[in-house]
Structure formats: C-alpha cells, structure tokens
C-alpha cells in the first residue's frame, strides 16, 4: 500500500478519533515500514491490543495470543516482527527458532510474566510431584519449559479438561485459574512459597492449584464500573477479559479470549453498546471496525507494556535489526513441547458465562 493509501485507510477508520495530522504522520512511517517488510521478507504479527494506528495499518495478521501462537508457527518468513509484548515474540521464536524474531519495544514485559519464576515452577514440581502442570502463555521460555502444557485465554478450560488426572497446577493467573475452576467445576487451592505450608493429602480435596500471578490491567476493573454502565446505558452488553477476576466475569454477559470478544461484538444487532472490561485500545480498534456499534468508554485502562510497541519502535526494529528474541537452545526444545501440546488442542473451550447471569 502507498502512503496515500494507508493514510485514507487511517482515516476512514480512524478519523473519529485521531486528529489529521496525526493521522498523516502515522501513514508516513506505515509506509517507510511496508518498504522495509518487503526488502527483508517480513511478516507483522500484531496483537489486539496494539495502538489503533498500528493495529490498523503494517500487521499482516492480528488476533489474540493464541492465532498469534498458530501464524508464528507457520510464517514463510525471514523475519517475525511481533507487534505484542515479550513473552508473545518469545513464543513466535519457540516455534520458529530459524526465523529472526523481533520485538518493536526495549521491555515490553507482563505483571504476569513476571510473577513466577522456573525455580518457583520447580518448587511447586516438589510439593505435588506428579501432578501436571499447565502454564498460562503469558510466561517466559524457561517457565514454559519448566512446564507439561500452554494454555491461551482462548484454550483454557478445553486444556484443563483434556488432561486426564485428578488435579492439575494451574499458573500463574490467580483469575484465570479461579474462572476456569468454576466453569469446569474444580475446587482450587493457593498454596505458599515453602513447601512446609503446603498440605497435599492422600485424599485429594482440590483439583487445581493456582499461584497469585495478576494482570495489572484487569485487576483494576470493579463490578461497580459495570453497575454503573448498566445504569447508564439500559441494555449495554458487558464483555470481560478471563484474566478479570471472577466476579467480574459473573457480572457481565460474555467472557473470553480477546479475539472471542471481537467476534461477540461483530455478531450483535446494530446499534448494540458495549462495555469491555479489557484493556482500553482494543475498544477503539473495534469501534474502527465495526462503526454500527457503540463502545462505552467509562473503564478505560491501558497496559503499559503493550504501550511501548509503537509505529516509530516497528519501523526502527526492522531498520536496525532490533531488539532480536534469542533463546537458549535447551529451554527452546522444552518449552516447545509445551507450546505443542497446546496447538494439538482445538481452538474450542472459550468461556461460556454458564455460571453468570450477566446481571450484576
Ligand atoms: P489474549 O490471548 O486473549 O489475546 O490475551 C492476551 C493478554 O495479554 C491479555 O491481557
Ligand atoms: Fe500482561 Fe495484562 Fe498487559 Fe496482557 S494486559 S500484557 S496480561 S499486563
């Protein structure tokens, strides 16, 4: 696409809120990086909660960390750029350790990467020997390795339910583990740090054991916010990220991975008002794409971290060749055998509000 072009994409969808110059200046580097994408064989993977003028102009794919997962693997590429925050690119150089992976930020981190560590997978490895141990994807490589399977927000219960064993570690999402406890019906424990805490029995009075890791994102979302948009707006559809907590998700009217609530937007009347409780620039991107639809702009929480990927960082990875994803080998091999047994599981298993009312 030739700058001309971009910028009138740019503005058809972005035009309501973005002032023009802005706009012009944003089509002129979308396009410097799609001059780049072709002399270095690139693709673009850009995540949903990427900046509206990003997500809506360079990625070749977009969609939520699962499809992300699923494109990275089969990428006929030299180079992955991920538009998304570390351990994503880290996932995309799981599965493509000949491609170059870079990541368009400095850090770009997760609260919920950074929440566990592989020797606190270990430790845990100890107090339940034998027990299987799912990690959520938002973890690094050597967590992952440390692990038997992935799961995305969009695999979750379908991956708890696949795994023929009385119980199972789940981490390190305290809320996730507590939604996907409920929606499959298994009691969950929060074990400590030491082990002397711990009291795993002979007869097992639990099903998953969760760790205390949290989105600094969707923990802030209240069930009052949406209290007060039911209201507000009689009739509004309110949609919840599973990294909210639980009650969260039994107030509102669909949970799910970030891809099943763009397509649960798509699906509804014209004229519908929603309300994400998610991170904030998915919102615009939905409102840019769906212009019969109208968002509630009341919660509005941005990650910081999905907040350093920008089109100056995309187009400055690709000239410069940085911020490259290296792995050491053996991590690599058994993290890949985690992601693997994730990407055997089906897409199925999204979150079916069976246990809310979607009245809070
Ligand atoms: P999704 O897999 O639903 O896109 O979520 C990723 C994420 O980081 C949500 O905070
Ligand atoms: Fe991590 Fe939360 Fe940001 Fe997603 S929104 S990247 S879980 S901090």
Same mark, same amino acid.
């Given at each position: 696409?030739?700058e001309?072009q971009i910028?009138?994409?740019l503005k058809?969808r972005l ?9 012009r200046?944003k089509?002129k580097i ?8 072709k002399?270095r064989?690139a693709?673009i ?7 509206p003028?990003?997500f809506?102009?360079v990625?070749d794919f977009?969609?939520?960390?699962l ?6 693997a089969? %990428?006929? %590429?030299?180079?992955?750029?991920f ?5 994503m690119?880290?996932?995309a150089?799981?599965?493509s350790?000949?491609k170059?992976?870079?990541?368009? %930020?400095?850090?770009?981190?997760c609260s919920?990467a950074s929440?566990?560590t ?11 020997p034998g ?12 967590v992952?390795?440390e ?16 795994l023929?064993?009385e119980?199972?570690?789940f981490? +390190?999402?305290e809320?996730l583990?507590?939604n996907?406890?409920?929606e499959t019906?298994k009691?969950i424990?929060? +074990?400590?740090?030491e082990p002397?805490? %711990?009291?795993?029995s002979?007869v097992l009075?639990y099903?998953?054991?969760?760790w205390?890791?949290k989105c600094?994102v969707h923990d802030q979302?209240?069930v009052?916010?949406?209290?007060n948009?039911r209201r507000?707006f009689p ?6 990220h599973?990294e909210c907590?639980?009650?969260?998700c039994q107030a509102c009217d669909f949970?799910?991975s ?9 699906d509804?009347p014209?004229?519908t ?9 998915m919102a615009?991107n939905?409102a840019a794409?769906n212009p019969d639809?109208?968002?509630?702009s009341v919660?509005s929480?941005?990650?910081?971290h999905?907040n350093?990927?920008?089109?100056e ?5 690709l ?7 290296e792995?050491?080998?053996?991590v690599r ?5 985690s992601?693997?047994r994730?990407?055997e ?5 999204t979150f079916s ?7 809070s």
């Open positions: 696409m030739t001309e910028y009138e994409k058809n035009g309501k809120i973005m002032p023009d110059f802005e706009l200046e089509a979308a396009a410097e990086i799609e001059v780049l994408k002399e064989n693709v993977l850009g995540h949903n909660y990427m900046e003028a990003l809506n102009s990625p977009t969609g939520d960390s499809e992300l997962s699923r494109k990275a089969d %990428a006929d %590429a030299d180079v992955i750029v538009c998304g925050v570390k351990f690119a880290e996932t150089k799981i599965l350790p000949d170059t992976v870079l990541l368009p %930020a400095k850090v770009a981190g919920l929440s566990i592989a020797e606190d997978v270990r430790q845990l490895k100890k107090q339940f027990v299987p141990v799912v990690t959520y994807i938002n973890t690094y490589a050597d992952k390795a692990c038997d399977m992935c799961c995305t927000s969009g695999n979750a219960k379908a991956v708890v339910e696949s023929d064993s119980a199972v570690i981490l +390190p999402d809320y583990a507590k996907v406890a409920l019906n009691r424990i929060f +074990p400590t740090h002397h805490d %711990a009291q795993p002979d009075d099903q998953m054991i969760g205390h890791g600094e979302f209240r009052e916010d949406i209290e948009a507000q009739g509004v559809k309110v949609l919840a599973p907590p639980p009650e969260i949970t799910g970030t891809s099943a609530m763009i397509t649960y937007v798509q509804q014209t004229g008002k929603f309300l994400l409780m998610t991170e904030c620039s615009d939905i794409e639809k109208e968002m509630v919660c929480v941005r990650c910081p999905m350093e990927i920008t089109l960082e995309t187009r400055d990875a000239k410069y060749n940085q911020q490259i994803i792995l050491d080998e053996d091999v058994k993290a890949k055998k992601v693997d994730m990407l599981i089906g897409p199925s298993g509000n069976a246990y809310g009312d979607g009245k």
